[in-house]
C-alpha cells in the first residue's frame, strides 16, 4: 500500500507562483512513479507532470511545459510540483498519484493507471 498527502495549497494572484509537496509513504512507494494530475470544477481530471523517484525521467503536456516543474527529494519521499506564472484557469483541486509502474510507460497521462491517490489540495487563482 502507498499513502499520499498533498500541501501547498491556496489562494493566489494571476502570475504568482505555489509550490504543491506530496509526501509519500508506504512499503512500495519506491516501485511506482508519481505524478500530479488536476480537476477543475465540472472538468475532467487532467494529467499535469509526471517523473520516476531518481528525477532522471519527466513529462509534461505541452500545454504546461515551462510553466511547471515536477521533482523528487527521494530520500524524503516526496514529490515537488512548482507552478509559476500561474494563470486563473490554473485553478483546481490538484492530486498526487502513485502509477502502477515504476518508470513511464505509454498510458502515463490517464488516470485509470493510478491505483494511489492522495487526497488533494485546493489551488485558486485570483484574476
Known amino acids: 500500500q502507498v499513502q499520499l498527502v498533498e500541501s501547498g495549497g491556496g489562494l493566489v494572484q494571476a502570475g504568482g507562483s505555489l509550490r504543491l509537496s506530496c509526501a509519500a509513504s508506504?512499503?512500495?512507494?519506491?516501485?511506482?512513479?508519481m505524478s500530479w494530475f488536476r480537476q477543475a470544477p465540472g472538468k475532467e481530471r487532467e494529467f499535469v507532470a509526471a517523473i520516476t523517484w531518481s528525477g532522471s525521467n519527466s513529462y509534461y503536456p505541452d500545454s504546461l511545459k515551462g510553466r511547471f516543474t515536477i521533482s523528487t527529494d527521494n530520500a524524503k519521499k516526496t514529490v515537488i510540483l512548482q507552478m509559476n506564472s500561474l494563470k486563473p484557469e490554473d485553478t483546481a483541486v490538484y492530486y498526487c498519484a502513485a502509477h502502477y509502474r515504476a518508470y513511464l510507460a505509454e498510458g502515463v497521462t490517464f488516470s485509470e493507471n493510478y491505483p494511489y491517490w492522495g487526497q488533494g489540495t485546493q489551488v485558486t487563482v485570483s484574476s
Open positions: 508506504g512499503r512500495t512507494v519506491s516501485h511506482h512513479a
